[in-house]
């Protein structure tokens, strides 16, 4: 069974900092890029960040323009583990966050396979 | 940046109607459409991709079309558990995701 397992949530004042991790088995890790999504309270989802399925500094790393310069993605391929730094948080950073394994082109490139989810809240 | 235009955004069916939802990309994205459902508390579940290509274990009676700007997901009878919310996604701009804003499907 394929699975991926975020943790690392909770609540953080603004400007505050967060790591979350997403745990990954079932399947090979280190084939697939990852992705995290996000999706703020009553609201739609909102694509994050990618990481492509190195974990060196040979790595594609790519970010949305609203958490640019603030967070970080990283893999750990040993660890079967996906992470987001996330620095400078502010208040509309509340939300879901999903890591996300993405399909490559077989499956045109979907997010086929989600976690459950973890819960960042920024609030003073 | 691919903004993807949904509509609409909420809709009342019955069980049995056939529903069919819209989601028109800014610029021709080829056929790199997906589509998503979500429940309540829940993870999206892939449920197309590739614009018309059902993922294993999803049920026949959900249907996607379309290519260049215009696609569509269908559901040919609602059931009872379809009643969620449904996002398209495109995936031609590696890896600039971007979802639409998404489709309430509920009880009429």
């Known amino acids: 069974e394929v699975y991926l397992v975020e943790s690392g949530g909770g609540l953080v004042k603004p400007g505050g900092s967060l790591r979350l991790s997403c745990a990954a088995s079932?399947?090979?890790?280190?084939?697939?890029?990852m992705n995290w999504v996000r999706q703020a309270p009553g609201k739609g989802l909102e694509w994050v960040s990618f990481i492509s399925s190195s974990s060196s500094s040979t790595s594609f790393i790519y970010y949305a323009d609203s958490v640019k310069g603030r967070f970080t993605i990283s893999r750990d391929n040993a660890k079967n583990s996906l992470y987001l730094q996330m620095n400078s948080l502010k208040t509309e950073d509340t939300a879901v966050y999903y890591c996300?394994?993405?399909?490559?082109?077989?499956?045109?490139?979907?997010?086929?396979?989600w976690g459950q989810g973890t819960t960042v809240i920024v609030s003073s | 940046d691919i903004q993807m235009t949904q509509s609409p955004s909420s809709l009342s069916a019955s069980v049995g109607d056939r529903v069919t939802i819209t989601c028109r990309a800014s610029q021709s994205i080829s056929n790199y459409l997906n589509w998503y459902q979500q429940k309540p508390g829940k993870a999206p579940y892939l449920l197309i991709y590739?614009?018309?290509t059902l993922q294993s274990g999803v049920p026949s009676r959900f249907s996607g079309s379309g290519s260049g700007t215009d696609f569509t997901l269908t559901i040919s009878s609602l059931q009872p558990e379809d009643f969620a919310s449904y996002y398209c996604?495109?995936?031609?701009?590696?890896?600039?995701?971007?979802f639409g804003r998404g489709t309430k499907v509920e009880i009429k």
């Open positions: 996300a394994r993405d399909g490559g082109q077989q499956l045109a490139y979907s997010m086929d396979v």
């Open positions: 079932g399947f090979t890790f280190s084939s697939y890029p």
């Open positions: 590739g614009a018309s």
């Open positions: 996604l495109q995936t031609y701009k590696i890896p600039m995701y971007t």
